[in-house]
């Protein structure tokens, strides 16, 4: 059986309560309600940082954490939230949702991961069970596109909020071919020398995490977004600058302290090969990043049309970009 965090569990009851018929307070002005589409870990750190600015520059931020990006948007469009975070294209294409992303925190940094025992290489997945974060989520995207690239078809795809449960499943064997993130895959290879094996992944360049919202909250929250996407730049350029500026706002923010002081290694070492890697967006995305996200969920089946056709107005708002670029300057 999976084993839970306390934060997978809070989380859980709280999808639950949005999907009923219980209904949640709706979010108001002069505040500015973000939903996060997966369980913050190590990864996080860099959002939660710029949000904790956000809040010294006076906005008046409360955070609702949700397990699954479809949970978020939803969140969104009923007005109990009103910025998510994830990358719904899916959602805005095949759903009609009306949502825009409005600024890219990262991009994706995946690693498929199987029992070492059971699997070798892409071609022993083929008709084989394997578990993703969320449909439409990145984490699906990757997976479909190796497989489409490998000539294969899984034989059913679970879906398995958190990377950290993920790993947790793999250890303990409920599941035997999953997809994490590198701070996850970290601990596998620590926990677990040897027996997992690290699939190659080609040729991925896409969104992971942006922020989104409605189009009439960006119009007006213009001030409060433009605060949010300028301290997401920010940190993201501090910390690809200086990697073990996570673990100084880590601790200065007092940022996920159920790790406890012992993460701070790991942390530097996760934003050490995530800056190095270039992961963190440095001018928020917009039309740049557009052009990789068609490309690459195109490729996935996860989005219709030539990529070359997609116009980036039907997926993005780059107004907020373009004003805090003025100011910041591009890197």
């Known amino acids: 059986m999976i084993e839970l965090s306390r934060r997978t569990v809070l989380a859980a009851a709280f999808a639950a309560a949005l999907g009923s018929t219980m209904t949640l307070p709706a979010a108001s002005a002069g505040e500015m309600k973000i939903a996060f589409g997966d369980l913050p870990g190590i990864e996080s750190i860099q959002t939660l940082a710029a949000i904790e600015r956000a809040k010294e520059r006076g906005v008046g931020v409360e955070l609702i954490i949700l397990n699954d990006e479809d949970l978020a948007a939803q969140a969104i469009v009923g007005g109990q939230a009103d910025v998510g975070i994830g990358a719904p294209y899916t959602l805005i294409q095949k759903a009609g949702v009306p949502i825009r992303m409005f600024a890219q925190i990262s991009t994706q940094r995946f690693f498929p991961v199987v029992?070492?025992?059971?699997?070798?290489?892409?071609?022993?997945?083929?008709?084989?069970?394997?578990?993703?974060?969320?449909?439409?989520?990145?984490?699906?995207?990757?997976?479909?596109?190796?497989?489409?690239?490998?000539?294969?078809?899984?034989?059913?795809?679970?879906?398995?909020?958190?990377?950290?449960?993920?790993?947790?499943?793999?250890?303990?064997?409920?599941?035997?071919?999953?997809?994490?993130?590198?701070?996850?895959?970290?601990?596998?290879?620590?926990?677990?020398?040897?027996?997992?094996?690290?699939?190659?992944?080609?040729?991925?360049?896409a969104t992971d995490e942006a922020v989104f919202a409605t189009a009439d909250y960006l119009k007006n929250n213009a001030a409060d977004v433009d605060i949010l996407v300028e301290e997401l730049m920010k940190t993201g350029r501090e910390i690809t600058e200086n990697p073990n500026a996570a673990v100084e706002l880590r601790n200065k923010y007092k940022l996920l302290p159920d790790l406890g002081a012992d993460a701070d290694a790991e942390i530097a070492a996760y934003y050490k090969e995530t800056a190095e890697a270039g992961s963190l967006a440095l001018n928020g995305g917009g039309a740049e990043a557009a052009a990789d996200d068609f490309a690459f969920f195109s490729a996935a089946g996860q989005i219709e049309g030539d990529p070359a056709s997609l116009k980036t107005e039907d997926f993005w708002d780059t107004s907020s970009i373009d004003r805090v670029l003025a100011t910041l300057g591009k890197k």
């Not at 993703?132 to 990145?138: E, H, I, N, P, Y």
């Not at 071919?177 to 701070?183: L, P, Q, T």
């Not at 596998?188 to 027996?195: D, F, M, S, V």
Request: no cysteine.
């Open 115 to 205: 029992n070492a025992e059971v699997y070798k290489t892409w071609k022993d997945l083929d008709g084989q069970e394997i578990a993703v974060q969320a449909r439409g989520s990145g984490t699906e995207a990757v997976m479909m596109l190796m497989a489409k690239n490998n000539g294969i078809s899984f034989g059913k795809v679970s879906y398995v909020p958190g990377s950290e449960v993920r790993r947790n499943a793999l250890l303990q064997g409920t599941i035997k071919a999953s997809i994490v993130d590198a701070a996850n895959r970290r601990a596998l290879e620590t926990e677990a020398p040897g027996k997992f094996t690290v699939l190659p992944v080609e040729n991925v360049s």
